[in-house]
Every structure is written in C-alpha cells, then in structure tokens.
C-alpha cells in the first residue's frame, strides 16, 4: 500500500511537471497553431537564468520570478522576431526555426553556464526531514510545490481566459485571427502575450523541475520533460488547457507505475510505454481527448 | 460631406494589383451597394478598406483620412460583416458580441447594445450561451452583423451578406439591415453579386469589372440598362 | 536595380527574359543528360582520389543523402511529417549488425534484410496515418523515434544494449570479386554508398513521375480534392511511409557497414539523428530531387566548418542560428532556389509541349501564359467558386 501511494504520489509529482509545460505548448499553439519545439529549451535557458540570480544572492522565490519574466520576455520577442515572419511561409519552416531555436539556445546555456551539472535549490524547505506522512507514503516539500504550483496555473489561467477581456481577446485570436482583428483587438498583441505567458509557464516548470531531476539542472534536464509534455499536450488534444492537465497526470501516472510493476518494462522503457499508450489513445480519438478542432490543412 | 469617401484606392496580394483606383462615395446616412461578377474586386476592396492587405489611396471618414490597421479603421468608425461571416465559432454567441465591442470602454453602454441586438435579432437571444459554430448559416449571419453593430459604427461594410442563404431569411436580413439603416443613420456599404434586394436600399449603385469601377449611378438607372439588369439583377 | 523598379511599377508583369525551352526525348534533351551522367561519374572517379578522411566524409554525406532521400519521401513530397526516421535507419543499422555478428551474413547481403525491415516498421507506422493527422501523426513517428533507443537498451543479449555493437573490420572486408583488399574497406563503401545514392534517386524520381508520385503530392497539397478523384489516400500513405522507411533502412545497413559500430545513445538513432535529417531535407529543398545530397553535404559539413573558427558550444549556436537564417532567406532550401534559377534560363518540358514543337514562338506562347495564370490565380483567391454559384441559385430562387 505504501509503495503504490508512493509510486502513485511521484507520477503525479512528475505529471504535473509535464502538465505545466503541456500548458506552455497549449498557449502557444492556441495563439499561433504552432508546436513549440523549442518550448523546453526556453525553460532550460530559464531556469539557468534563475539558478544564476540564486549565486548572486537573491532569495529562491525571487529568483524563480525572475525566471519566469525571462521566460516571458524571451519567447514573446522569438515569436514576434522570428516565428512570426515565417509562419505564412509553411509549417516546416515554421518547425525548422523551432529546431534552430531549441539547439541554438542549448548550446547558448552551455556557453554562458558551462555543462556541469548545477543543484537548483528548492522554494521551500526539501531537507531529509521536511516530509509529512499521506496513507504511510513520505511527501517532501518540493513535491507539495509543483502540485501547488499546477493547481495555481491552472485556476490562473483558467480565470483569465474565462473572466477577463483580454481571455476573451485570446479566444477570439485562437479561433479565427482575422475576424478578431476586424472587431479591432490587437492579434499582434495578442500573439506575443501567448508566447510570452508560455515562456512564464514554461520557467515555472523548469526551475520546480530541476530539484526533483535525477540529474540536477544541466543542459540535458529539459529535453525528456519536454517530450512529455509533447505527449501531455497531444493527448489532451493540444488546443485543450484542461486536456494539458490531465494529459500531464495520465502520462506521470502510467510511467510511474509500468516502472514499479510491469517487470519487463522495468526502468527501462518507461517512455516507450507511455508513448504506445497514447498511440493507442490517439487511434480511438485521432484529435487527443479533449481537441476541439481538426488539426489539419484543408 | 460623405461618411465615408474612397478615392484612388489600389490593393492586391503580392505584386499584382487585384484593384486599380477605385472611388466610391458613401452620403451619410445612406446605402451605397457595389455591383461586380465574381472576381470583380469587391472582397479585395472591402478588405483593403479594412486595413488587412496594404493599400494604396486615400481612405476618409467625415473628411478625416483614417489609418492602415484593422483596429485604426474600426476606431475610425468602419466595421466589416465580413464574407463568410467569420464567426468566432468556438465562442458562445454572448462572447462574439463583447469582441465585437473589442475597442470600446463604456461598459454599461455595451451590456445595453447586447440587450438591444439581441432583441433585433431574437434567434441570438434564444441561444446566447450556444457555441457560435452550432448555429446555422442564417443565424451566423445575423451574428455577425450583430457583432460588427457592436462598435457603434458610422459606417457598416456588408460582404455578400447573402451569400448561401435561403431566399426567406435573407428578406429577413435585408429588412433589418433596411431597419437599422433608418434608425441610426448608419451608413452603409453593401457588395453583392447578385443584389436585387440590396438595391432597394440603396441611394446609389457602383459596378466593379476586373478591379476597377466602370460605371455608377441611381439604381433606377442600373434597372433601366437591359444589359446590365440580366447581368447582375438576374431578369 | 532600374529595372526591377520599372517591373515593379509596370501593371503587366512580364517575363524578363524567356527560358531556352528543352523538350523531354529531344536531341537537345539527350545531350543535357549524357553531360549529367559524365558529370555524375567524373565526380565519382575524383572522389576516388581523395584522402581516406575525407573519402570517408563523402560516404557518411552519401549515406545521410540516402537516409534523408527516404525522410523526403514521407514529409517532402507527401506531407507526413515525421520526426521518427532515426529509428527506421536504426532498424536497418542493428539488422545488418545482427546479421554479420550472429549469423555470419556477408555484409552485402544483410542489406536487402534492413530495406525490407525499414519498409515493414515503415508500414506498421504508416498504418496510423489512416486516422491519425498533421502533428498527431508527427507524434506517433516521435514515439517510435523515443521508443527505438530504449528497445535495443532493454533487449541487450540481442543488441548489445547500452554497451553497443562492434563490428569488427574483419566482418566488414570487401567483397572478393571487388579485388580489393581489407585496408580498402573506405574506398568500397565509398563506391557501394556513390552508386546506392544514384540508383535510389533515380528510383525516386521516375517514382515521382509516376501516377503513384502525383497521388502522394496530391495527398500533401490537397487531400481532400484528390479523394474525389478517386485516388486511394489510405494506400498512398501507408505504402509511401512503408518505402520511406525501405529507404532509410537501406542507408541504416550502408550505416553500420561504414561506422562499424553501434550504440543506442550518441546520437546515431535517437531523436538527435530525426533532427538532423530534417534539417538536411529542409536546407536541401523539402521535395525536390537534388536537396537531401546538398542537405546532407551542409549538415555533415557545416558543424566542422563552425568548429573550426570556434570551439565547444558557440558551434552549437552557430549551427542555430545558420538554420535560422537559412529559413528566413530560402526558405524554399538550396536545391529549390537553384531550381527555381535555372528555370529562367532553361526550362525542361513534356515532349507534346506546343511551346517546344515551334520554337520560334515559343517565348510569346510562354510568357503569355504565365500572365493568364496569374490573373486567374489572383481572381480565384479573392472568391472561391463554389459558394458564389450557391448563391446564384439562391437568388434565383427568391423572386
């Protein structure tokens, strides 16, 4: 009992890392009908960005924040410098400027940061002792964080677009750019902004990762929770925020759990396992479980 | 003075212009309808006015030359039913209308221009909830005229408003548009290809071939012409 | 610069100056390719002159230009994007080295074996091609591009696992009838690699040629269109990613004979190689003949080039940012600039063309059309036809 609640509480910890960067994707592809490749390398430059102010002395908190607006500031620019100008030309070359992206700014942290592995410190308080009990499985502190953290993102975003104007301007540039921009809304605003909030998302999800990573914060961190959240966000149906959410969870979920008890699989095909599920998912609902639209060029 | 004075305009996609120096007076407070075939240059017009391809001309409203951005135009006071309607169809039919106020501020003003539309038009009243895309063709379009009506405009831009609409409901359509027109005095700009019922509104006619305007005038005098009346009135 | 302002202002846009038109079978025609030819096998026997570092750079660009002929195949002509062919040529690759450690094939022959592999791995993911769509199909290569590495991880006894397979050069000598001997293994793959890549590209283009080749660019560029014309989408996509991944495997077998071993991690069969190949097909031109060769030969090359003005991690930015600005000024990738550079100059047409039986009007006839269809095509995107005859009938009807 205790090992299956363990096992159950790490893959919704890490399910909720994919969901928060499946998020990330969401935003993007809601403004721009664009897959991010790029969207965990922005994370990773992020986070070394908020590792970097820690060094210099800035609280923990301070520095996750000013990550986020890193975040925010650097993928609203790439949309607005680079995505943008090409995105009427085709959706590879769209993709071809998402890869060059993802490897120019990899190679960008490691130039500024070097490839040694760097200890993120935890928000709050992860010492050996810092844990309290749930059905007898041990809960520590960074754990509590990332679920805290999704639930908040979630609510947040979910008021925004629901509640404010500027969420209904969203939604109307999502669903038909041209249309909106007839009634007067500022799509190029609006474009940005999805971007740069998915750069926020996305250090968000970089900076609670990296304490809870087997391998710390180094430049190959972000790339397997990136995949993950590919996965999260298509599963959920990629224009979809609470397909994101439980997208994420599912695929934590089932990793965590093929580990513990498919023997075969072991520790070693976890991502193959997740992968065929959602093949599998897909082939019964080719538009995720909760997309909305056809992703398809007519 | 016109409400809205088009003179010189040329647009097009790419290199190759798709219109060449068309004028076209609007009188405030008065219908003008564009007559063209298909492929004539009526959309390519209506979206250059609108600011979503580069144009070149002047554009004024009230003697006021107006600005080359979609949202320059509509603070202008010029708001587009664009062809095909446009409808934010993943969005209730309440969530198009508020877009449709995109630009303004008054809040309290535009919660009574919801009540007033939806009254207007009684099928968005009935389903302001509904997902936009679930509502049939004829419903759409009275969305979107509802939701351009939205931001107050002086001047009303209708492409092929009866486009793919059964005959009955775009009677309907034109009595409202007829309706709205001597209510508030908005003026209005209506292409259509085939227009017999746009042209009872109208106070003056403009026939578009391959891009540029070839002959305007009453529409009694259109009626008059055999040629022109098989050609684009359809008897 | 004068005269591009005065094509600019000029209302009629006119063909600056007329192509030399080649008809298909003619004398002219024939001569162009027997130059080609000569051309190809001069360029082989000088490649056979080179210093074995580089012999063996050209052959690991011709392998790549293989592997990303098949890639093309799929996302180029077809428009099914996948970012899954690392494991298509890693199927070819282990499938040869199985073969040569395990049951002691002559390396050759293992290769019909890895082509046959890749078409069925290719078949068996295409099949989800049927429901599945535009980047939901993306995930389901990438799945089988992460699911590749971890399978020959978990199957060790077979694939050698983590620790990799080696091949030594004694399994890799030269055939005997080649007369070379077991030191000249790099000139041998030299020339098996130089001689793959020009019977797979011509296989590919009379295939493109062909009506199953206009199919596939019809299932990229109007789906929905050709359906009603009665051609079998479902068939032309499983069948097209089944020789997609024939292809790439072939090169994944050309692979493993060349490096001699192989590993799970690296780079050789994981996401990193799906990344590269995309790359080389798009820096090439997506869908043309030429562009994986010139592709491949940026992508092999490119990274020593920017490792040679700089060290470490700043390659890696300028391998970034050369993407970038490749997108940005052509994006039609270098073989499609080049292509379309040369069709002012020369143009290559069907040999019942009207243009090519009277070559002295030819240049009106062309130039004149290139006018209507312009105008036809601007006419065309300001109204499509269907809704407005709808309307016709509606109006017609209202009275």
Redesign the interface.
């Known amino acids: 009992m205790e090992l299956f609640v363990e096992r159950l509480l790490a893959g919704v910890t890490n399910g909720s890392i994919f969901a928060l960067l499946a998020l990330a994707l969401v935003m993007v592809y809601r403004s721009t009908g664009t ?1 991010n490749f790029a969207q965990g390398e922005f994370a990773l430059f992020s986070a070394f960005f908020a590792w970097w102010l820690v060094g210099t002395g800035l609280p923990v908190w301070a520095a996750v924040i000013a990550g986020m607006v890193a975040g925010f500031v650097l993928c609203a620019a790439a949309e607005r410098a ?1 995505i943008r ?2 995105q009427r ?5 769209t ?3 998402a ?10 942290v ?2 500024i940061w070097g ?1 040694d592995t760097k200890v993120m410190p935890s928000i709050v308080p992860n010492g050996l002792e810092d844990y309290f009990e749930l059905f007898g499985a041990r809960v520590y502190g960074d754990t509590v964080i990332t679920w805290v953290a999704l639930a908040a993102v979630t609510i947040l975003m979910t008021l925004l677009f629901t509640k404010t104007e500027l969420g209904l301007h969203m939604r109307a540039v999502a669903d038909n750019a041209e249309s909106a921009a007839l009634t007067g809304v500022n799509t190029s605003r609006i474009l940005m902004l999805g971007w740069g909030l998915a750069g926020a998302i996305g250090a968000l999800a970089g900076s609670l990762a990296t304490p809870l990573a087997p391998e710390q914060l180094s430049v190959t961190t972000m790339f397997p929770i990136f ?1 993950g959240a ?2 999260a966000a ?1 599963l959920g149906g ?1 224009d979809s925020l609470a397909g994101a959410v439980i997208g994420g969870l599912i695929i934590g979920v089932v990793e965590a759990m093929v580990t513990g008890y498919v023997p075969l ?2 520790g ?2 976890q ?2 396992t997740a ?2 599920l ?2 599998l998912i ?2 019964v609902r ?3 479980l909760f997309g909305s639209k ?5 | 003075m016109s409400a809205l004075e088009i003179s010189g305009l040329s647009a ?2 790419g ?4 219109v ?1 120096d068309i004028s076209i007076s609007v009188p405030a407070g008065e219908v003008v309808v564009v007559l063209g075939a ?2 004539a ?4 017009t209506m979206r250059a006015i609108c600011g979503l391809i580069d144009r070149r001309g002047s554009i004024r409203v009230d003697g006021v030359e107006i600005g080359s951005k979609p949202a320059d135009v509509v603070n202008a006071g010029v708001s587009l039913v664009p ?2 309607r446009g409808t934010l169809g993943t969005l209730t039919v309440l969530d198009n209308l508020r877009v449709g106020a995109a630009l303004r501020r008054d809040r309290a003003a535009i919660e009574e221009d919801i009540e007033r539309w939806t009254s207007v038009f009684p099928v968005l009243a009935e389903r302001v909830d509904q997902r936009a895309g679930t509502l049939s063709g004829g419903e759409q379009q009275m969305l979107a005229v509802a939701r351009a009506l939205m931001a107050r405009p002086r001047v009303l831009l209708c492409d ?1 408003p ?6 009955r409901i ?2 309907h359509l034109f009595a409202t548009l007829r309706d709205i027109n001597s209510e508030d005095a908005t003026s209005m700009l209506i292409v259509e ?2 227009a ?2 746009a042209m009872d509104l109208a106070s003056s006619v403009y026939l578009l071939e391959v891009g540029r305007v070839v002959r305007s005038g009453t529409p009694a005098s259109f009626r008059e012409d055999t040629e022109l009346r098989r050609a684009y009135l ?2 | 610069m004068s005269t591009v302002t005065d094509r ?1 202002r000029a ?1 009629e ?1 006119r063909t600056e100056r007329s192509p030399v038109l080649l008809a298909e079978g003619s004398r002219a025609y024939r001569i162009v390719v027997l130059v080609i030819i000569a051309g190809i096998i001069g360029l082989a026997l000088i490649g056979t002159t080179l210093s074995v570092y580089r012999m063996s750079q050209v052959t690991a660009v011709l392998i790549t230009a293989i592997a990303v002929i098949g890639l093309n195949l799929a ?1 180029g002509y077809t428009g099914l ?1 996948s970012i899954g062919h690392s494991a298509l040529f890693g199927v070819g690759a282990y499938a040869t080295g199985i073969l040569i450690l395990d049951y002691a094939y002559s390396p050759i022959l293992t290769l019909p074996i890895a082509t046959a592999l890749g078409f069925a791995v290719g078949l068996i993911v295409g099949v ?1 091609a049927l ?6 199909f ?3 290569t ?2 089988l591009g ?2 590749f590495p ?2 020959i ?2 199957f060790d006894d077979f694939t050698g696992g983590a620790a990799g397979l080696l091949i030594r050069s004694q399994f890799l000598t030269p055939p005997s009838w080649t007369g070379l001997t077991r030191f000249e293994r790099g000139l041998w793959l030299y020339g098996l690699s130089f001689v793959s890549f020009v019977v797979v590209m011509l296989l590919v283009r009379n295939l493109m040629r062909s009506r199953t080749g206009i199919a596939m660019r019809g299932v990229r560029d109007h ?2 269109a050709i359906r009603s014309n009665g051609v079998d989408v479902a068939r032309t996509k499983v069948l097209t990613f089944g020789l997609s991944g024939a292809i790439t495997g072939y090169a994944g077998g050309l692979f493993a004979m060349n490096v001699g071993a192989l590993s799970p991690d690296g780079g050789s069969f994981t996401l990193v190689k799906s ?1 590269e190949l ?2 080389a097909m ?1 820096i090439g031109g ?1 869908g043309t003949l030429l562009g994986p060769l010139i592709g491949s030969t940026v992508t092999v090359f490119l990274p020593e080039l920017t490792s040679t003005w700089t060290t ?6 300028l ?6 600005v ?3 000024f052509m ?1 039609e990738g270098i073989a499609g600039r080049l292509q379309i550079i040369a069709r002012r100059f020369v143009r290559v047409v069907p040999p019942d063309h009207p243009a090519a039986r009277r070559p002295t009007t030819s240049t009106q006839n062309s130039g004149g059309n290139a006018t209507g269809q ?2 036809v095509a ?6 499509p ?1 269907g ?2 005859s ?3 009938s ?6």
Do not use: H, W
Not at chain 1, 89 to 93: C, F, I, Q, V
Not at chain 3, 312 to 317: A, D, H, K, M, T
């Open positions: 897959l680079l100008p090409v030309k085709s959706e590879l070359a993709l071809i400027v890869l060059g992206l993802f490897s120019g700014l990899n190679a960008a490691a130039l490839t995949i590919c996965a298509l990629l699989v072991g070693a095909m991502q193959t992968m065929v959602i093949v897909l082939v080719p538009n995720g056809e992703l398809e060029r007519v | 097009g996609y290199a190759a212009d798709v060449r298909n492929g240059g009526k959309t390519t062809q095909g092929e009866s486009l793919g609409l059964a005959p775009v009677q290809q085939n017999e019922l359809g008897y | 600019e209302t846009p996302t994007l989800p429901r599945i769509r535009g980047l939901y993306s995930l389901v990438l799945a992460i699911a971890e399978i991880r978990r789906e929905v990344i995309i790359t798009f997506a470490g991690p700043i390659s890696g930015v391998f970034g940012v050369t993407l970038i490749l997108v940005f994006p312009k105008s601007a006419g065309g995107a300001e109204q036809p809704p407005n709808d309307d016709a509606s109006e017609g009807s209202s009275r």
